[in-house]
């Protein structure tokens, strides 16, 4: 059975991922360039994004299981100042991994989504944390033109991460149901099934391993699936490449109709 990241591995990786970022930042000629991948921002937005963000998961994580997200009373305001801005960010990053290992990984804590696969905890928060910090990591690099792979470590779990907690919900799927097969390269995939009864995704068996229970499907009856590492597949969920960078076997417009779903909607 295919295991989570522990929690000190998370903190590591969380840790080595604020790096990359800083450095990207410490290397672009200017802060005011254009996110390609996130285009209504400029560099310097990113950084204030990921350093406030990050801040504001500290006192979340440090209020336990609050009502609501508790945000970071009297922060400081992002420096402009580069080297200040930098800074800033390491210290940002220091308060949510401490806040972190203060809590532990199995802490009640607020978080927005629904819990049915990803629980209400610290270490669902670190594991999310982990692929805010690693996917905004890519879109700072390629800013600077250094765009790096995903480690594959924070990949692999980063696809499944994505589907059970962003993906995963209660709301009826508007559409004929559906089932949507993701297979990274690494060996390890992942069915997302689309219903009248929202969204669940399920591990599929490894190569040459008996599946656990009936739930684990053919394959083959697929609607639609995905194959490529890890990491293209993590950035088709977070809308970094496009669907056809991908080997695609199926009826795509069912991931169209999933991008465009809002359950909340």
């Known amino acids: 059975m295919t295991t989570t990241l522990e929690f000190p591995a998370l903190l590591r990786l969380i840790d080595e991922r604020s790096t990359a970022f800083r450095a990207a930042i410490a290397s672009a000629p200017s802060l005011d360039v254009q996110v390609p991948t996130c285009p209504e921002w400029t560099l310097f937005d990113l950084a204030e994004h990921i350093g406030s963000g990050r801040r504001d998961w ?9 009502p609501a997200k508790t945000a970071a009373e009297g922060a400081p305001a992002a420096p402009r100042e580069r080297e200040a801005l930098l800074a800033w960010l390491a ?10 290992r203060e809590a532990g990984p199995d802490r009640d804590c607020w978080t927005w989504w629904e819990t049915l696969q990803s629980p209400p905890t610290s270490g669902a928060v670190a594991r ?13 690099q390629i800013t600077v033109g250094a765009p790096q792979p995903l480690p594959e470590e924070v990949a692999l779990d980063g696809v499944e991460e ?17 089932v949507v097969d993701f297979h990274a390269t690494e060996g390890r995939s992942w069915r997302l099934s ?6 669940r995704t399920a591990r599929l068996p490894e190569p040459g391993t008996v599946p656990a229970t009936a739930a684990d499907q053919d394959p083959a009856t697929a609607f639609v699936s995905f194959r490529g590492t890890a990491g293209e597949l993590v950035s088709i969920l977070y809308d970094r490449i496009l669907v056809d960078s991908l080997e695609v076997d199926g009826d795509r417009r069912v991931f169209e109709q999933l991008a465009a779903w809002d359950p909340s909607a």
């Open 128 to 140: 999310h944390q982990l692929q805010q910090m690693a996917v905004h990591t890519y879109d700072a």
């Open 194 to 199: 689309l219903s009248a009864d929202g969204a």
């Open 58 to 66: 500290a006192a979340t994580v440090a209020a336990g299981p609050a």
């Open 91 to 100: 210290e940002s990053t220091e308060q949510l991994l401490d806040a972190l």
């Open 162 to 178: 994505f589907l059970f907690t962003c993906v995963a919900t209660t709301s009826a799927w508007p559409h004929k149901p559906a």
